[in-house]
């Protein structure tokens, strides 16, 4: 009997070491390992965006200083020579120039202002008192004639000098007190949509009043700059123009194509723009006067 609970138990034992180590053998145990394809990843291109460029802060122009004053220089008496208008043509400015009719070489002159951009003006021969110890020359218009011939030659001078704005006087300090022969050169100034700048070579002119009368555009000059044909003189009435202190807007200067006056200009054209002085056409001068008026 006790053989027998010897036994008994001896195989309870042997069963539950049996069942634990089946236990233990299955917990041990590990899954196959799978080998699992890896995924391949897919990109997403995202869709490239436009590049906007910076913008550049753009910098205000600091605007330019005007000049204080503008001034017209009229270059009286072309036509007999074309050495000083190519000489006149190499100044940096807006000169304006004043053709004589019926000269050896008006045409020529006038062709070369354009080209290159120059105003240029009928220089109308006009009788002087002095006549006729000094004589206007060709083309001139004289108190004597009556109106058909009067009309007659400025028609011719007018076609004469091709490209012209307008018209000043070459002597004519008798011609500028006749009123009525005064009128009828306006009024044909007129109908050709010209302008008149009165010389000044008589202080008895009486350009401005006829002018009025007719409805011309008139100006009148201001300075003859070389009434002495001195270099140094020249160049400082030139100079002197930005000390006036007076009213300028009808500032007209003339000079002549003499070799000192154009000494004179070109070297004084760069200190008159550091003064604050500008070159214009002298069209801009009738301008301001009309605007003014």
Do not use: W
């Amino acid at each position: 009997m006790r053989l027998f609970k010897r036994l008994f138990t001896i195989s309870v034992i042997f069963l539950i070491i049996v069942l634990i180590a089946g236990i233990i053998y299955v917990l041990l145990q590990k899954e196959p390992s799978v080998i699992k394809e890896p995924k391949k990843e897919t990109k997403q291109v995202e869709p490239r965006r436009a590049v906007t460029p910076k913008k550049e802060k753009v910098k205000p122009l600091s605007p330019k200083l005007l000049p204080l004053r503008q001034v017209a220089i009229i270059i009286d008496d072309i036509g007999y020579d074309l050495k000083p208008v190519k000489e006149l043509l190499k100044i940096n400015a807006d000169l304006t120039f004043a053709i004589l009719p019926l000269c050896p070489h008006t045409h020529e002159a006038a062709e070369m202002f354009h080209r290159a951009h120059r105003e240029t003006l009928l220089h109308l021969p006009m009788e002087p008192v002095s006549y006729p110890r000094e004589k206007p020359g060709n083309g001139a218009l004289f108190t004597d004639m009556n109106d058909e011939e009067l009309v007659f030659q400025l028609e011719k001078d007018i076609v004469d000098v091709p490209y012209i704005t307008g018209v000043n006087n070459h002597m004519g300090s008798k011609f500028m007190m006749d009123e009525k022969k005064l009128t009828l050169v306006f009024n044909k100034l007129k109908n050709n949509k010209l302008f008149f700048i009165d010389s000044r070579t008589s202080s008895d002119s009486k350009a401005y009043v006829i002018a009025e009368k007719v409805g011309l555009p008139v100006a009148a000059r201001k300075i003859f700059l070389d009434n002495n044909r001195d270099y140094n003189e020249i160049y400082n009435n030139l100079i002197n123009i930005a000390k006036k202190d007076s009213d300028v807007s009808q500032m007209i200067l003339i000079g002549h194509p003499y070799p000192e006056t154009i000494r004179a200009i070109s070297d004084a054209i760069k200190v008159l723009r550091e003064k604050g002085v500008s070159i214009v056409p002298v069209s801009q001068i009738i301008k301001k006067v009309k605007a003014s008026n």
